[in-house]
């Protein structure tokens, strides 16, 4: 979803078992970022004043993150 102001990222886990969570950060070239945790495969950042705001995205199980995250970048938004 894209409003203009916000960008919505929703996704799916391959294989949800209990007490998985997920790691998430917009992904800024210019800074590091820390991630987030949720419990929920969704949500929502500001859009980046770029037109593209990126997210990366980790299954996290057992106290680890997925060797191998997600990205997904949005087009447009501003």
């Known amino acids: 979803m894209d409003d203009g102001a916000s960008v919505r990222f929703?996704?799916?886990n391959p294989d949800p078992q209990d007490g998985d969570r997920y790691a998430w950060?917009?992904?800024?070239?210019l800074e590091d970022g820390l991630p987030t945790f949720v419990d929920e495969p969704t949500v929502t950042v500001p859009a980046d004043a770029s037109g593209r705001t990126?997210?990366?995205?980790s299954i996290?199980?057992?106290?680890?993150?997925?060797?191998?995250p997600a990205?997904?970048?949005?087009?447009?938004?501003?």
Do not use: I, M, N, Y
Request: hydrophobic share 35%.
């Open 54 to 57: 990126c997210l990366r995205v």
């Open 25 to 29: 950060e917009v992904v800024d070239p």
């Open 10 to 12: 929703t996704w799916e």
């Open 71 to 78: 990205g997904v970048c949005v087009e447009g938004a501003s």
């Open 60 to 68: 996290v199980r057992e106290g680890r993150g997925s060797a191998d």
